[in-house]
């Protein structure tokens, strides 16, 4: 069965740093374009980062731009993402998740999730 298992999540203060690991079962990874979204309590889940299979490509949602950086090791069938200068709006459970380039050159997650981590970045 395919599984996304994320992890790393925890409990910040602002400004520290954070990486999240998402690691893939049952499924091959390597010809797959990677994401990260984020849901906090009562928003809707929010697109932050996606990466192509070659790591040629990257996004970032505006608000994270120049702080998270998003990378992959096919090898280990995995997608990370480095959480830097982390602030209090970050705080969401962080999900990961494969998806298609469509022809209007959008990232569209395929609708499978996992558990996610949560982070939370508070004084």
């Known amino acids: 069965q395919v599984r996304l298992e994320e992890s790393g999540g925890g409990l910040l203060q602002p400004g520290e740093s954070l990486r999240l690991s998402c690691t893939v079962s049952?499924?091959?990874?390597?010809?797959?374009?990677m994401g990260w979204f984020r849901q906090a309590p009562g928003k809707e889940r929010e697109y932050v980062a996606m990466?192509?299979?070659?790591?040629?490509?990257?996004y970032y949602t505006h608000s994270v731009k120049g702080r998270f950086t998003i990378s992959r090791d096919n090898g280990q069938n995995s997608v990370y993402l480095q959480m830097e200068n982390l602030k209090p709006e970050d705080t969401a459970v962080y999900y990961c998740?494969?998806?298609?380039?469509?022809?209007?050159?959008?990232?569209?997650?395929?609708?499978?999730w996992g558990q996610g981590t949560q982070v939370t970045v508070s004084p």
């Open positions: 990466i192509t299979f070659d790591s040629a490509r990257t």
């Open positions: 998740n494969a998806g298609r380039i469509d022809r209007d050159d959008q990232y569209k997650p395929f609708d499978f």
């Open positions: 049952g499924r091959d990874i390597s010809s797959a374009v």
